[in-house]
Nanobody, 125 residues
Framework: VQLQASGGGLVQAGGSLRLSCTVSGGTFSTYHMGWFRQAPGKAREFVAG????????YSSDSLKARFPISRDNAKNTVYLQMNGLKPEDTAVYYC???????????????????WGQGTLVTVSS
């Protein structure tokens, strides 16, 4: 199973980006999917997750409002729509797949066995 993340870049504060993560070599529709991020000098943190059934979780209400997560099983792709970007959102964003039989998606990094390479998002003030 391989995950390919894309869509990062440089954007001004207040702008938008849509990250995509395409999964190959596995059964995408059976996976819970998550997005994490790691800012310079900080630990990796959970951003959002979506279950195989389409249920979603977020690390905070603020990110829930600004960064909706979605998936398209026909395209084997999970998305993170990033709106109202702030300089503190600058980070490398990683997608990850939870291939377990857990019923629900969780925010725990160790749940996710497969990780993409990351895509850099830089927000200028």
């Amino acid at each position: 199973v391989q995950l390919q993340a894309s869509g990062g870049g440089l954007v001004q504060a207040g702008g938008s980006l849509r990250l995509s993560c395409t999964v190959s070599g596995g059964t995408f529709s059976t996976y819970h999917m998550g997005w994490f991020r790691q800012a310079p000098g900080k630990a990796r943190e959970f951003v959002a997750g979506i279950s195989r059934y389409g249920g979603t979780i977020y690390s905070s209400d603020s990110l829930k409002a600004r960064f909706p997560i979605s998936r398209d099983n026909a395209k084997n792709t999970v998305y993170l729509q990033m709106n109202g970007l702030k300089p503190e959102d600058t980070a490398v964003y990683y997608c990850a797949a939870d291939q377990s039989q857990r019923i629900g998606v969780r925010s725990i990094a160790s749940d996710y066995a497969v990780w993409g390479q990351g895509t850099l998002v830089t927000v200028s003030s």
